[in-house]
């Protein structure tokens, strides 16, 4: 085969691959930039508390990859459509060193796992002492969204009902909040049997809930190392045979 049917197969394959490249770098751009906007939603509720700005971190990080990957993949189109050479060794460096990050940071992920869990269960018991406390209205939308949970999912508490014996802000001890049974009534706390409640704990939910988003990022960071792999193949054999195209034209 000649050089430069070479070369156009390869540039063919790579673009394709580098269009797949940059699908997945803009998910976890979209991803960054919902959780680095949207502070109201389960996962910064679980995730942030006081110093602790865990989500402000995932959010940066992924905003970073994203937007590193964004733009290595307009420097390989680039770099392939007008056989660039320079652009595509620089192409291919930067890929080494987001595939080098990327499993770094799985590695870490990995490390970090249970502390995290750890971290979100504390900060679960945190949100249901301070929930209802008139003191604190700014927690409002916090407190929504464990209502949503506990009523969407039929749940009470992390592991039961009488996790809500340590919250002090009730008027008795026998109140219960109202999404912790089938109500619609819109407030924090009602008068209610304690045989009348949901009987399961949010726990085992939530556990699913993170399970299944980690199983999404953890696909699209496999997907990512994987289509990397065929990108700096492809662009180091299409470096060296534009580079043999321009050595020795004649035989192209």
Known sequence: ?????KILIQ????????????ALGLMLLT?????????????????????????????????????????TSAVGFLGSVKEIKCLLVAYMIVQILVFVTQMAISVLIF?????????????????????????L?????VWNILNAVQHNMECCGRYNVTQWERNKNKENRTQIPCSCIKSSLKKWFCDVPR?????MGCEEYLNTWFENNVLILTAITISLLITQIFLITLT?????????????????
């Not at 209205?137 to 939308?141: F, L, S």
Request: aromatic share 16%; with cysteine; net charge negative.
């Open 31 to 71: 991803f960054g930039l919902w959780l680095f906007f949207d502070r109201n939603n389960l996962f910064s509720v679980l995730f942030s508390s006081g110093e602790n700005q865990l989500v402000a971190y995932i959010s940066c990080m992924l905003l970073g990859i994203g937007s590193v990957i964004t733009f």
């Open 236 to 252: 180091g054999q299409l470096f060296r045979n534009i580079r043999k195209n321009n050595i020795w034209p004649n035989e192209s």
């Open 137 to 141: 209205a700014e927690q409002e939308p």
């Open 11 to 22: 540039k063919y394959y790579l673009n394709v691959f580098n269009g797949i490249f940059l």
């Open 1 to 5: 085969m000649k050089i430069r049917d």
């Open 111 to 135: 490390v970090k796992k249970e502390e995290v869990h750890n971290q979100w269960n504390n900060r679960i018991d945190e949100v249901i002492s301070e929930y209802g406390n008139e003191s």
């Open 195 to 199: 045989d009348s409640t949901y009987s």
